[in-house]
């Protein structure tokens, strides 16, 4: 059963997807959760401490999702995006979203009430998103960075969606990164030769065909080196 805290930090996550929460002052935000200010204060410290723990619960509740989705082995990466930005991107979560950029500001701006928020802000996202990253063969120097860039590109697709509210847009620079990113760290096939590189603004490349032919270097444009040697050894034209 929960604690009394934890009672009114669930009231205050489900009374925020309802109805927000910035604008109401500490009293009335007391009585919209059944309980008074002076319990509010006892518990979180201020409205302010409050908000900032929601967000963190909320971020918490958003991690654990992720991890449960690295218990399945056949959850590839770009699944695993996939998946976390439908629920990122759920309208429902809107409010919780736009309190976190807003107490997000605030915190780099140097308030002193939001500054709690910046601890392990970017660093409580990295061991999980680590981990999925090196139970698929990742490196764990390249999980880190790949972590990283996840957390900023996740962010900023959500900045642009509560921004522009185009969500077809964003739904498909979403879709480029999780194809993207899948392409990069695809497992090459035992024996063959591993993936290459998206080619900038390109689709993704095709995996080899396990038993096929390895896939062909493009030709290059003129005359091969050692022909040209040839044909100069022979008395022809050099050039």
Not at 92 to 111: D, I, K, M, S, T
Not at 204 to 232: C, D, H, I, L, Y
Request: glycine share 10%.
């Amino acid at each position: 059963m929960p604690d009394p805290r934890q009672r009114l930090l669930d009231a205050a996550i489900d009374h925020l997807a309802a109805h927000g929460l910035s604008d109401l002052s500490l009293r009335q935000l007391a009585a919209a959760l059944g309980t008074s200010h002076r319990m509010l204060i006892y518990h979180f410290g201020s409205k302010e401490g409050l908000l900032v723990e929601v967000i963190r619960a909320v971020e918490r509740r958003q991690r654990e999702a992720f991890a449960d989705l690295g218990l399945d082995d056949a959850v590839t990466p770009g699944d695993a995006i996939r998946r976390m930005w439908r629920r990122f991107a759920d309208p429902a979560l809107a409010p919780h979203e736009r309190l976190f950029f807003e107490v997000y500001g605030q915190a780099l701006q140097g308030r002193a009430h939001a500054l709690p928020l910046l601890d392990g802000i970017v660093e409580s996202w990295l061991a999980p998103a680590v981990e999925f990253a090196r139970a698929r063969g990742v490196p764990e120097d390249v999980a880190r960075a790949d972590a990283r860039l996840g957390v900023a590109v996740m962010r900023g697709l959500l900045l642009d969606l509560l921004a522009t509210g185009d969500r077809t847009a964003v739904d498909a620079a979403a879709e480029r990164f999780a194809a993207a990113y899948e392409a990069l760290t695809a497992q090459p096939t035992p024996g063959g030769p591993p993936p290459t590189r998206p080619t900038p603004g390109g689709p993704p490349p095709t995996r080899p065909t396990p038993g096929g032919p390895p896939p062909t270097e493009p030709a290059a444009s003129g005359p091969r080196p050692g022909a040209v040697r040839a044909e100069t050894s022979r008395g022809g034209p050099a050039s």
